[in-house]
């Protein structure tokens, strides 16, 4: 079984802090990872996507993955209270087309 | 664009109706999923869809649930009959070449009384 872990929260920060989402991942053959925001009453849709190993910044995000360690993570930087929101960690196995999707973690930038 | 349709957004119904989802995925995405959404078990994929063949249906819960895509353009998930425990929000999401890239419906709301 394919699993995707994330704490669920939630995850409290003040604005303008970092917030720090981590995904830990069983399938040491996964490729593709990716990172979706939800926000209360509405569909995910996509932030951030990685394959490589290391950092992938794009704005006030910073995805980072570890293969080694099996983990992928996503730092927001100068949180603001609209950044408050559910995130899905989503991979991608090794091979295939179609993600497992973690639990997702709550996020509250509380100002 | 639109993006992906999904009908109604919102149903309610009692136990023992027949429910039917509907989706109209991106044109030109050639993978279709149906997930189901609840607090206690998150986001699980219920069935996809490549080339409106049926791939994968083992998320379905039960013969309950039966899905169709009788083609590139529209999916529906039925649901006969009916349970209280079906309650929960229904997303339609395809992807196409690229990425890998889900693209989420608005999501179909459906209480079962």
């Known amino acids: 079984q394919k699993e995707v872990e994330q704490n669920s929260g939630p995850l409290s920060v003040p604005e303008g802090a970092i917030a720090s989402l981590n995904c830990t991942y069983s399938d040491r053959g996964s490729q593709s990872f990716f990172w979706y925001r939800q926000y209360s009453g509405k569909s995910p849709e996509l932030i951030m996507f990685?394959?490589?190993?290391g950092d992938k910044e794009d704005g006030r995000f910073t995805a980072q993955l570890n293969k080694a360690s099996q983990y992928v993570s996503l730092l927001i930087r100068d949180s603001q209270p609209s950044d408050s929101a559910t995130y899905l960690c989503a991979v991608h196995p090794g091979g295939s087309y179609i993600p497992t999707f973690g639990r997702g973690t709550s996020l509250i930038v509380h100002p | 664009d639109a993006g992906v349709i999904q009908s109604p957004r919102h149903e309610v119904t009692e136990m023992g109706q027949e429910v039917t989802l509907r989706c109209k995925p991106i044109s030109g995405h050639d993978y279709l999923f149906w997930y189901r959404q609840t607090m206690m078990r998150g986001l699980e994929l219920l069935i996809y869809f490549n080339n409106n063949v049926p791939i994968d249906d083992s998320g379905m819960p039960e013969d309950r649930f039966s899905a169709k895509m009788p083609n590139a353009s529209f999916s529906t998930l039925k649901i006969q009959p009916s349970e209280p425990r079906d309650s929960a929000v229904y997303f339609c999401?395809?992807?196409?070449?690229?990425?890998?890239?889900?693209?989420f419906g608005e999501g179909s709301r459906l209480t079962v009384l």
């Open positions: 999401a395809s992807s196409g070449p690229g990425t890998g890239e889900l693209f």
């Open positions: 990685i394959y490589s190993n």
